[in-house]
């Protein structure tokens, strides 16, 4: 019995496309007939996933690069936004997301708002990991690479909590963003700003008050 499986590739790279259609084609099961389709950029991506919808053929799996150029409207402003694009008009897709970032704000973002299944840092990636994640989303999700399980790891190990802004205020000074900055970034004032650090420091156990002592200790527990 045939199956067949209908995937959308997503990445402005076409070297790299070309790399993940040949490691599928050459690695997939006999039974599995693989119809793929490809796109560069959001726009073609949108174009492409409300035909599948309109023509009642809808992907079975997409693979979906976070980095990629705006749309035109606007609306859609990298993979990220695309993928809950997808969520939303392709409910039964399962969704693999590769990404160059490696950062935990980015990661616990990505697996919060899109809950992928399947979750590859491209650095970390071979052509075997790629056909086991294939096959291991289709039939038993989710799959993360191994940047992915350890930082998962970390904060499960890790007894912190840390709400959104906490976490948002830790990446961004890992960015060299100054204290007096981050108030516009996250529409708070900066007295709240200055009571967050301070309850980070806290949490963290930070004595020196430094910033850098802060974000050594944050990094040692995966929240930066």
């Not at 199956?3 to 790299?16: N, V």
């Not at 053929?57 to 993979?79: A, E, K, Q, V, W």
């Not at 959104?164 to 708070?188: F, M, P, V, W």
């Amino acid at each position: 019995m045939t199956e067949k499986i209908k995937i959308l590739m997503i990445d402005d790279h076409p070297m790299i496309i070309e790399g993940y259609q040949n490691t599928l084609l050459f690695t997939k099961k006999d039974t599995q007939d693989l119809q793929i389709d490809i796109a560069n950029n959001c726009d073609e991506a949108v174009k492409l996933m409300d035909k599948s919808v309109k023509e009642n053929y809808p992907y079975n799996l997409l693979f979906i690069d976070i980095s990629l150029p705006p749309s035109t409207d606007g609306r859609m402003s990298s993979g990220e936004d695309l993928a809950e694009y997808a969520r939303s008009i392709l409910p039964d897709a399962k969704i693999i997301i590769l990404t160059m970032f490696n950062e935990s704000f980015r990661i616990h973002n990505i697996i919060k708002n899109i809950e992928p299944e399947g979750f590859l840092i491209k650095s970390d990636l071979t052509s075997s990991e790629l056909a086991s994640a294939f096959q291991a989303v289709l039939n038993n999700p989710p799959f993360y690479s191994g940047t992915v399980n350890s930082y998962i790891k970390k904060v499960i190990a890790s007894d912190i909590v840390i709400d959104e802004k906490n976490r948002k205020i830790l990446y961004l000074l890992s960015q060299g963003i100054k204290t007096k900055n981050l108030a516009s970034h996250l529409d708070i004032s900066l007295s709240a700003v200055e009571k967050r650090k301070k309850q980070l420091k806290e949490l963290f156990s930070v004595e020196d008050g430094q910033d850098e002592t802060l974000l050594n200790e944050a990094r040692k527990k995966g929240f930066v």
